[in-house]
């Protein structure tokens, strides 16, 4: 067995980790993976290793993640000591401070070259602080959690420090919550059974058997950011305070997008843990691993997981298709949907959408949005076409049938030959065109066909979105004056955070990062409303600062070009054929 033993160091923000292993041979090669599965970007964990040494031949660096231990006997027992520097507050490295740690292996865990297939084992030294507990998916075997190869063990993120831990039982399969951080007074009552609900509902889509022995949903509770990442039996998660329901029922948009994101990475579960792209079986930790699907992987669960709260129940119809016109201006609104297919996005996730700049609206398409727009189609036009006696559940449950027989993967061109053997339908020239080009989706005519329409109306601008109705009569026009820009309130003004395509503040040449402090001489206090005294294509003045130089930069003030969707409920009855 391959043994850590960590010794977690809260002051210094440092584990000292120790791997102890029996010499097979004279060398051994030790490295530690450049990324994280389901996190497309190069992280290089190694720069993080610090101090490393061994108590039996030598040990050197060959490259920026690879190290060899030399002199060796065949049957003595090694130890390397190392050091990993830990102090990025996240879901997918490794931190530690005197009140929480957490660590995924790929950040912390060395392999050894050639026993990536025998059991590896974490225990942590007796100097945990007080009252501090380990959340793992892992088993527990007397304070040793045990992995049956370094695949399993990189899929198991630990959460260490002061936790709430909460039980419930679905598919007769034991579920953990694990809560740390800031923990403010909350409904336990609702986000259980709400949880419950939503796990419920994807193991009986998928056949009624969890694919686990137990899953552990990991929460941290800090900051402003929901994020998480999946994992085979466990997803790690982050969300601010504030999204737990509160006791009084007033946060319902904090928490039903945590429910999201809870729904979102459990969906992961079946959906690319276990369903997953050729390239990715077995995964190469060392490079780039690359495929045009992950439209597929993270769009459809994109798409699932809103559609999963509304059937079981979590959220009502309403709210459901207010998500779904949200996703189509998020795509839609932005330049960058006429210059990047989802395909593309896919392919290069590893050097453009985990890179993102202040460019990016105008270049980058999400393939998580874009793809469950692409899923919603699938959906429907499998309905369409079938009356309704197949949909894309039944596509999903086909993969993950064969996925359980024969675990390969899906190859690149797969999805169509795939759609077609689970429901009899040929969407091959839809899916090239939905994916390998930027043609607008067909959302108009196949929410149409659904009892849904969608219109267009002028935006008051890039952070305007479009809305549900139950009738055309509730939408109220209104004309705004837009520079074109994202911009953030400063104690001097306005910070350029974008700047969009085919706008007055891109014609007049503005910038990231410009530092807007007034309008024709007078100080810029409260954009929105200084604006409205500003007459339809007259030109103004915007002084600003651009790294050290003050600027005067001339700007013509227009109406809004923008355009945003709304989504009219014309006929429950049809709409009833998907929902």
């Not at 490295?93 to 990536?116: H, K, Q, V």
């Not at 429901?423 to 065109?433: A, E, N, R």
């Amino acid at each position: 067995m391959i043994q850590y033993i960590i010794n977690p160091q809260t002051n210094k923000h440092i584990y000292d980790v120790t791997l102890r292993f029996m010499a097979s041979k004279n060398t051994h090669d030790l490295y530690l993976p450049a990324w994280i599965p389901g996190s497309y970007m190069i992280r290089e964990f190694s720069k993080n290793i610090i101090k490393i040494s061994t108590n039996f031949g030598a040990i050197y660096q060959q490259n920026k993640n690879t190290w060899g231990i030399t002199n060796l006997e065949a049957g003595k027992m090694v130890e390397v000591s190392y050091q990993v520097y830990a102090y990025e507050y996240g879901i997918r490295t490794a931190f530690l401070d005197n009140y929480r740690g957490y660590f995924n292996p790929t950040s912390l865990c060395l392999a050894i070259d050639g026993f990536e297939d025998n059991e590896h084992s974490v225990t942590f030294a007796n100097n945990l602080p007080d009252m501090w507990q380990v959340a793992v998916g892992l088993d527990n075997v007397n304070g040793c959690f045990i992995a049956k190869d370094y695949d399993e063990l990189l899929d198991m993120p630990f959460e260490i420090g002061l936790l709430e831990r909460y039980e419930f039982i679905v598919a007769n399969t034991p579920h953990y919550l694990i809560l740390s951080g800031n923990i403010l007074p909350f409904d336990k009552e609702r986000i259980i059974s709400d949880m419950t609900k939503v796990c419920e509902y994807q193991i009986k889509m998928f056949g009624g058997v969890a694919p686990y022995k137990h899953y552990t949903f990991i929460l941290n509770l800090s900051g402003e950011v929901y994020t998480g990442l999946e994992h085979r039996n466990s997803t790690l998660l982050m969300s601010p305070s504030y999204a737990l329901p509160n006791l009084n029922g007033t946060n319902e948009d904090d928490y039903i997008k945590l429910m999201g994101l809870i729904s979102h990475e459990f969906f992961h579960t079946w959906n690319v843990k276990r369903i997953k792209p050729k390239v990715f079986t077995p995964y190469n930790l060392q490079e780039e691993n690359y495929t045009k699907l992950l439209w597929w992987f993270e769009g459809v669960t994109s798409y699932y997981d809103d559609l999963v709260m509304y059937r079981s129940g979590v959220i009502d119809q309403k709210k459901y298709l207010g998500f779904i016109i949200d996703a189509i201006n998020n795509v839609y609104k932005f330049d960058a949907v006429n210059k990047q297919s989802v395909a593309n996005s896919s392919l290069t996730a590893w050097i453009k959408y985990y890179r993102q700049d202040e460019n990016s609206p105008n270049s980058i398409v999400s393939y998580y949005v874009k793809g469950s727009l692409v899923a919603m189609c699938l959906d429907l036009l499998i309905r369409d076409n079938t009356n309704s006696k197949y949909s894309l559940d039944d596509v999903l449950r086909y993969m993950f049938t064969n996925w359980q027989k024969n675990p390969v993967g899906v190859d690149e061109d797969e999805i169509p030959s795939i759609i077609k053997a689970a429901t009899g339908i040929d969407l091959s020239d839809f899916i090239k065109l939905a994916t390998e080009t930027t043609d607008m989706l067909p959302l108009v005519d196949l929410l149409a066909k659904f009892g849904l329409h969608l219109n267009t109306q002028t935006a008051n601008n890039y952070q305007d979105s479009g809305k549900y109705y139950t009738s055309l009569s509730d939408i109220k026009p209104k004309v705004s004056l837009d520079l074109g820009m994202k911009l953030d309130k400063h104690s001097l003004g306005y910070i350029v955070k974008n700047v969009y395509a085919n706008t007055p503040a891109e014609k007049s040449g503005i910038a990231a990062n410009d530092l807007i402090i007034a309008i024709n001489s007078t100080k810029l206090t409260n954009l929105e409303r200084q604006i409205n005294f500003i007459q339809d294509g007259e030109i103004v003045m915007l002084s600003l600062f651009r790294q050290e130089s003050l600027l005067d930069i001339p700007i013509e003030i227009t109406t809004s070009k923008t355009q945003k969707y709304n989504l009219i409920l014309e006929n429950q009855l049809n709409l009833g054929r998907w929902l």
